[in-house]
């Protein structure tokens, strides 16, 4: 199932799906990624070699003017090729905010490395429960530098960035802050999906003016736009993983025999499995209405990436779990696909807001935070990071141990 439209992009597709199959078989990644010292951009050149960086961006900003379907088909191929390299977070996410700046002059040199593979930016945000709220990193400007204090709780792929983009509140206004890697203390940690994260603690971070990025809109409706766009990508991934599950899923029970026969031939598996099928179709259509939303400025935009988002995970969830149940034991084992295509979509389920959230995000106007009454408070985050460190200190060695891989 392709969601390309024109000739350009069924090349681009199977382009990228050619080099992902060569370069990031299966076992290939799994011993790679199960290393001491996993090298989670192994494909990042190879992928900036054949334009799929560049194709994320406009043809003013460096890039080839791909648009939100070569995003979403880009996402798709790495869905089903469980690749872990940061094309969403960098090119997609953090490289929005980048061309939204004002003075091209800075923007540029930093959109050409990162299209040229040289680079990765990301975005570093945490707004609690809803990652449309405002950032919970307050900024303060002292004489000639800004001084940064927060806490942004599990930034993917922190472990190969080298530069992170930070929102943070300055008075009644919010600013995003460009800082180095060099400024910050990074403890990276291994996500269940085999990519890396880090915790970001701001404390009295110093900061000079220059950092802070300069736009011509607000910068909510900057970090909207790429938070937007990056639930879209998550959903595409989402799409891409299910249907390679679904197909091996069904292959799985066409071979599989019992009593003589193959498991395909049960009445009860049939009805599961045409539920999966039905959810992916269900998550394509919605997929095609939001890449459409994209090209067409479409008012209500917001509310259907919020469905979109929400469909994303209940499918994700149904169809992770039901192609586990359907290969039995081995379902869960980590020399089977299958596994690891949970593993990761249960981790989308954790990326810019849950399922919930984002139910409630299209069905209100009111703030999701306010809503829920879940506002972080320093008590909360006091004592999240209290059982987070009891919990570390009483693991038992041979499972700390996967976690810092």
């Given at each position: ?34 290393k001491?010292?996993p ?26 003017a ?28 953090a ?5 939204a700046q ?5 923007a540029?040199?930093?959109l ?26 307050v ?15 599990c930034?993917?792929?922190a ?11 300055l ?7 460009g800082?180095p ?15 890396g994260?880090s915790d ?20 909510m ?13 998550l ?9 390679a ?16 026969v ?17 959810a ?5 259509s ?31 969830r ?24 949970a ?8 990326e ?24 972080d ?21 041979r ?7």
């Open positions: 199932m392709s969601i390309a439209h024109s000739e350009e992009e069924r090349l681009f597709e199977e382009s990228l799906r050619r080099f992902l199959q060569t370069e990031n078989e299966f076992e290939q990644r799994r011993r790679r990624l199960s001491p010292n090298n989670r951009m192994a494909l990042w050149p190879g992928i900036a070699d054949i334009g799929a960086i560049g194709a994320a961006f406009d043809e003013d900003d460096g890039g080839f791909g648009g939100m379907r070569t995003v979403a088909i880009a996402m798709m191929e790495f869905g089903r090729a469980l690749a872990v390299e940061p094309f969403l977070s960098c090119a997609v996410v490289g929005h905010i980048l061309a004002s003075e091209r002059s800075v540029r040199p930093l050409a490395r990162i299209i040229a593979g040289q680079m990765v930016v990301v975005l570093a945000h945490d707004a609690g429960v809803d990652p449309f709220g405002k950032p919970q990193t900024a303060q400007r002292i004489g000639e530098v800004y001084v940064l204090n927060g806490f942004i709780r930034v993917r792929h472990d190969v960035a080298d530069e992170f983009l930070v929102p943070a509140q008075g009644d206004e919010v600013a995003i802050f800082i890697r060099a400024a910050l203390s990074l403890l990276p940690y291994r996500l269940m999906d085999g990519s994260a970001l603690r701001l404390q009295g971070l110093s900061v000079q003016l220059r950092s802070r990025m300069m736009f011509a809109r607000p910068e409706l900057v970090l909207a736009g790429a938070l937007e766009r990056g639930l879209l990508g959903a595409a991934e989402t799409a891409g993983i299910v249907i599950a679904n197909t091996a899923t069904f292959r799985y029970l066409g071979e599989r025999k019992q009593f003589g193959p498991l395909g031939s049960f009445q009860a598996l049939q009805h599961r499995a045409a539920n999966m099928e039905i992916a179709q269900e998550l394509l919605m997929l095609g209405l939001a890449i459409e939303s994209f090209a067409d400025a479409v008012a209500n935009r917001s509310a259907l990436l919020a469905a979109l988002k929400a469909l994303a995970d209940t499918t994700g149904l169809v992770g779990h039901e192609a586990i149940q359907l290969h039995g034991g081995m379902g869960v084992s980590d020399e089977l696909n299958i596994s690891h295509y593993q990761r979509l249960a981790t989308i389920r954790a810019l807001g849950s399922s919930d959230i984002h139910k409630q995000r299209f069905g209100t106007e009111v703030a999701v935070s306010d809503l829920l009454a879940l506002q408070t320093a008590e909360t985050r006091e004592w999240r990071e209290f059982v987070r460190q009891f919990t570390r200190a009483h693991l038992p060695e499972i700390a141990l996967k976690g810092r891989l």
